[in-house]
């Protein structure tokens, strides 16, 4: 029992209920609450919920669905739905976005979301999450598509559910970053990690190696000196980590600092990322910069992109901020030609294994 500690309904009465639509804002936030608890319990169940396996259906990007994706999506469209607080959403499991219709309730906001992040993680039982990003609906009629299509700096709230061995909710609606943990018994959200700080510096990197191949020269460089340690340029050791759940990954730099990378690559030159920006990259973007991290696709600030579709990708690279400023300059020198790349000592020219 947490008598006497902060729940997340007292936490956001007290910082949003005197902004515009503040009211409906923290009551929005108790309906992604109730959500993530749904979503939270039926992912616990594992095998027993018989929400493992594959479904026969693909999603918009392509991907196979699992059945908690599409049971995560209906917890959150049912939830908007009924709420009154949203005037529609937009999901990565819905081709289109998704208008709230008379006789049920606008509201003043829009709702995108990633409902199951890390969904390929599920039949190992290893953490899997959701994010949300809220933004300001249009002042009448129905959301259209470009209505969505609002740059991550107008957010007016964003934020992600960790499906771990604690479920977590950590969000930011433009002051700070804070964590709340669910108190299973009782079913409340108590305030754990006020004011969260990502350190600036970190030896601690999270990428896909596998696509290694594929990758920019400024990420091979950073990512190949980082490997050299204490003998390299950085001249200390670095650590590796590669959960293949964004939200698990941004949690653990939230927690202890650490840059995560997934950067533009060749492996599909149709597609200028892993990650979509309106439900993964904004979301994290914001949360990530309140936690006083960076946010970035190398070339860009992710929260300054102009979004031209749902479900466009983009690369990312964020977290403690020293590392992520590196990776930036590296790769403005590529671009600019004034780049050094690193080169191992075993591989030149009078390395142990120059072939
Ligand atoms: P989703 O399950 O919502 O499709 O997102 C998965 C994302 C992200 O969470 C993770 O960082 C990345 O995909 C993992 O990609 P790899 O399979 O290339 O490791
Ligand atoms: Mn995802
Ligand atoms: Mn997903």
């Not at 979503?39 to 929400?51: D, E, H, M, T, Y």
């Not at 979301?283 to 991290?293: I, L, N, S, T, Y």
């Amino acid at each position: 029992m947490h008598l006497g500690r902060k729940t997340l309904s007292k936490f956001l009465i007290e910082n949003v209920s005197g902004t515009r639509d503040g009211a409906a804002l923290a009551a929005l936030l108790v309906d992604v609450a109730a959500a993530v608890k749904a979503i939270a319990a039926l992912s616990a169940k594992g095998a027993l919920g018989g929400a493992t396996g594959t479904l026969d259906t693909v999603n918009v990007q392509g991907e196979t669905q699992k059945p908690l994706d599409v049971l995560s999506n209906t917890a959150f469209v049912n939830t908007f739905e009924q709420g009154g607080l949203v005037a529609g959403v937009a999901s990565e499991e819905m081709d289109e976005p998704f208008p709230i219709k008379a006789p049920k309730k606008r509201g003043p906001f829009l709702a995108i979301f990633d409902p199951l992040d890390g969904s390929s993680n599920i039949d190992s039982n290893v953490s899997v999450g959701s994010i949300f990003s809220i933004l300001h609906a249009p002042e009448k009629g129905e959301p259209r598509t470009a209505d969505y299509l609002q740059p991550g700096l107008k957010q007016v709230a964003a934020g992600y559910a960790l499906y771990g061995p604690a479920t977590l909710m950590v969000l930011t609606v433009g002051k700070g970053t804070h964590g709340f943990t669910l108190d299973r018994e009782v079913g409340n959200f108590i305030l754990t990690n006020p004011n969260i700080e990502i350190p600036a510096d970190t030896s601690e990197f999270a990428i896909n190696t596998s696509n290694e191949r594929f990758w920019e020269p400024p990420v091979t460089r950073y990512v190949s000196e980082c490997k050299a340690g204490k003998t390299g340029p950085r001249e200390r050791d670095f650590n590796m980590r590669w959960i293949a759940s964004m939200v698990a990954e941004v949690h653990r730099i939230l927690m202890r600092g650490g840059i995560f990378m997934y950067p533009r690559d060749t492996k599909d030159i149709t597609k200028p990322g892993r990650l979509r920006l309106m439900y993964e990259a904004n979301p994290m973007g914001f949360v990530v910069e309140q936690a006083g991290g960076r946010a970035s696709t190398g070339r860009e600030r992710i929260l300054e992109i102009v979004p031209g579709e749902i479900h466009q990708r983009v690369p990312v690279i964020l977290g403690s901020r020293n590392e992520v400023d590196r990776v930036v300059q590296y790769h403005a020198e590529y671009d600019a030609g004034t780049d050094k790349p690193y080169e191992s000592p075993l591989f030149s020219e009078r390395g142990l294994f120059r072939s």
